[in-house]
């Protein structure tokens, strides 16, 4: 991006896309999928009475992409950079330590007096490094404290996000930023896509959704379903484990036992790369969700299960059962023989029971639209502007 001289404009609500941007194609999930669902349905709520900015790390600067299409990419190498007026408000979907330079937006933060709203989704690697990779806890510790100084409010993802704020700042000895709360949204995707469900046609399963990291907990499932086959509980010509999601770190361990495992090698599968039709396909399809994090600062999959109506096991870590209320059935993720008996259970029951089970999940949970979520979040970070 070439630099050029900043341009001032009329408008004082800015609302960064920076990370929209490097998710505007593809299948997206957790941190992309919030940034892409909100942002696209910003313009309808503010109108024409905020800019969607970028920020590019060549030059350190933000730039302007209008009002209208964050996905729109900027077709010019010469557009000049913002200088926001004296007293603007920048709203940001957060994670700034991976998509710009945040020493350099907390520098424009303090020269303009910017009042900065960020999205906040989780504390965990700062407050448990042992669920991240090597060092990057320490890294995260460092970021929170940094941003403490220039957030002027937090927009959390669940209450459980907002008690961490404070928990890190009382182990820092900083004050937190002032924080609001808003859900996030879990509208189950159209579409269909029949053929993926060849491998399982005929089978009974259980489903994971989730980036396979150590933090989300594969493992526990993993060992609770490879014990129900050892002991002839679950049957290998019938059931099925499905993990769907991408192969994150720190779990190769885990990999070479699905595939090793004579147990395991054919009743547990792996998808990753699968678009929006193909998850919501897997979904329906699935006589059993599973949600077995360690913690979350929300627990997107588990809300989108619910939406589709399904039977949930989850984790009571974190924001799980804020997400799940009354309708989840809840374990302690370090409890394998618990995810033994109720996965054996729910694999083994009879379709009238999935089926009287689903209609009171149907009955009983109320999901959160994207529209919903995107509303509570235009309302945030507006308020109080003239």
């Not at 941190?31 to 909100?38: A, P, S, T």
């Not at 510790?141 to 700042?169: C, N, P």
Request: aromatic share 10%.
């Amino acid at each position: 991006m070439a630099r050029s001289a900043p341009r001032a404009v009329p408008r004082r609500l800015f609302v960064d896309v920076t990370g929209v941007l490097e998710h505007q194609t593809g299948p997206v999930s957790g941190v992309g999928r919030v940034e892409r669902e909100i942002s696209t349905r910003l313009p309808s709520l503010l109108g024409r009475d905020f800019e969607f900015v970028f920020f590019d790390r060549s030059s350190g600067e933000f730039y302007p992409l209008g009002s209208r299409n964050p996905l729109s990419r900027p077709t010019s190498d010469n557009l000049q950079a913002i200088e926001f007026p004296t007293g603007s408000r920048l709203a940001t979907f957060g994670l700034e330590c991976n998509n710009k330079d945040y020493h350099r937006l907390l520098d424009l933060v303090r020269q303009r007096e910017i009042e900065l709203f960020s999205v906040v989704y989780d504390l965990t690697g700062a407050l448990d490094p042992q669920l991240t990779i090597p060092g990057y806890g320490e890294f995260l510790r460092g970021f929170f404290a940094d941003m403490f100084s220039g957030v002027s409010r937090y927009i959390a993802i669940s209450e459980h996000t907002k008690r961490q704020l404070s928990v890190f700042a009382d182990q820092e000895l900083l004050n937190p930023p002032q924080c609001d709360v808003f859900c996030l949204g879990c509208d189950p995707p159209a579409g269909n896509a029949k053929s993926l469900l060849k491998p399982l046609q005929g089978k009974r399963y259980a489903l994971l959704v989730s980036t396979v990291e150590v933090r989300k907990n594969h493992y526990a499932v993993y060992r609770a379903f490879d014990r129900a086959l050892a002991e002839g509980r679950l049957d290998p010509a019938i059931h099925r484990l499905v993990f769907a999601g991408k192969v994150g770190w720190g779990v190769s361990d885990l990999i070479d036992l699905m595939r090793t495992n004579p147990r395991t090698a054919d009743a547990v599968l792996l998808f990753e790369g699968l678009d929006d039709a193909s998850v919501g396909a897997l979904y329906r399809g699935a006589d059993l969700c599973l949600m077995p994090s360690y913690d979350e600062g929300y627990g997107l999959p588990l809300a989108e299960a619910l939406a589709h109506g399904k039977v949930c096991l989850s984790s009571n870590a974190g924001a799980l059962p804020e997400v799940g209320g009354d309708v989840v059935e809840y374990l302690d993720p370090l409890d394998i023989l618990g995810w033994r008996e109720r996965m054996v259970h729910w694999l083994t029951a009879t379709p009238k029971a999935i089926a009287a089970r689903e209609a009171q999940v149907r009955k009983r949970h109320r999901p959160v639209s994207w529209d919903d979520s995107a509303t509570r979040f235009a309302s945030l970070i507006s308020a109080g502007m003239a």
